[in-house]
């Protein structure tokens, strides 16, 4: 599958330490995109990475699998992660990410694939400025079909927390609230389900055994739980799973129980998450506040999350018909 000098192939198990080592140097890529974090569902997605060459030099490569949508062969960001799109090389320019990507449609198209779907990683996720392949897809005529929108603080700007966001916290603490790392994901991920199941009638992208799985798996992912004492020993109220990006700390999963909500212990955390990320970061990410595929804004969440000082960003699904 070649398009000029450019090839393109599918990715294969032997390909596992290349494509991590490329990922951990590209100038978008992150663990997400590495094979031990990808290969965790693989029994729910059908895997159709590519790997995109000049010469015998790996330049790019796609996190994707294959999705049968209305009757149609799609090539698809990898639907087990939050985002994704072409992870490139440091010395890649405009006109390269151009070459890349028609290479990447010209060997869908000749693998039968009539249609890619492309969901792009949020700019303040990359490493160096990197959304040249929105101007690429544009080129190529893809269309926009589906944007998220996102709350992300920006930690060298923090605005003074509001009187009532304050009070809340101070509510907290007077209940005995304590804020720290956990390792007790079964008991976290028992009242991140019951919210999911009640509010949004959902469940979790993640089973209780995967995200332990990928903790054990990576140092990046942490749970951070707001706690009180009871009689068994303590009782977790809130929590979140955080990921750990090179300048941005990211929540993945919130998630208060009914007591905690009488507390404000989610307050706390994410109170707590933000004076942690501001050491050592330039962004916290609060995820997604939309519902039924970006069409619905969840103004309770974004209100939640705009009361501590993050702002709207978006997340864009693209796609481009093939033939």
């Not at 008991?187 to 469940?203: G, P, Y």
């Not at 990928?214 to 809130?238: D, H, K, M, S, Y």
């Not at 994410?270 to 990410?285: R, V």
Request: charged content about 20%; glycine content about 6%.
């Amino acid at each position: 599958m070649e398009s000029n000098s450019i090839m393109v192939r599918p990715y294969t198990a032997s390909d596992h330490a290349t494509w991590d080592g490329f990922v951990r140097t590209a100038r978008n890529g992150c663990f997400m995109f590495e094979r031990n974090y990808m290969n965790y569902h693989a029994h729910r997605f059908s895997d159709a990475s590519l790997m995109v060459f000049d010469e015998d030099r790996l330049c790019a490569v796609l996190p994707a699998h294959l999705h049968q949508m209305d009757g149609e062969k799609v090539l698809s960001s990898h639907g087990g992660l939050t985002f994704g799109g072409l992870v490139v090389g440091v010395s890649a320019g405009a006109g390269d990410q151009l070459r890349y990507v028609r290479a990447v449609c010209d060997a869908a198209k000749s693998a039968g694939f009539s249609r890619l779907t492309y969901r792009t990683m949020p700019h303040f996720m990359h490493r160096e400025p990197s959304e040249d392949d929105v101007y690429a897809l544009f080129q190529a005529g893809a269309r926009p079909v589906r944007i998220d929108l996102a709350h992300t603080l920006d930690l060298t700007h923090r605005p003074v927390l509001s009187a009532k966001r304050r009070n809340c916290i101070a509510k907290a603490q007077r209940a005995g609230v304590e804020v720290r790392r956990s390792t007790d994901f079964g008991s976290f991920w028992s009242i991140l389900e019951s919210v999911l199941d009640t509010r949004h009638a959902r469940k979790p992208t993640h089973s209780v055994d995967e995200i332990q799985l990928l903790a054990g798996r990576f140092e990046q992912i942490q749970l951070v739980a707001a706690v009180v004492p009871n009689a068994a020993g303590e009782e977790i109220l809130a929590g979140a799973v955080t990921y750990q990006f090179d300048r941005v700390l990211h929540v993945q999963y919130l998630a208060n129980s009914d007591r905690g909500r009488a507390v404000c212990a989610l307050d706390a955390v994410i109170a707590n998450l933000i004076e942690q990320a501001a050491a050592h970061n330039q962004w916290f990410s609060l995820g997604v506040s939309t519902e039924q595929e970006g069409r619905v804004l969840n103004e309770g969440l974004s209100w939640q999350k705009e009361s501590f000082g993050a702002r709207p960003t978006t997340l864009t699904t693209w796609s481009l018909a093939l033939n």
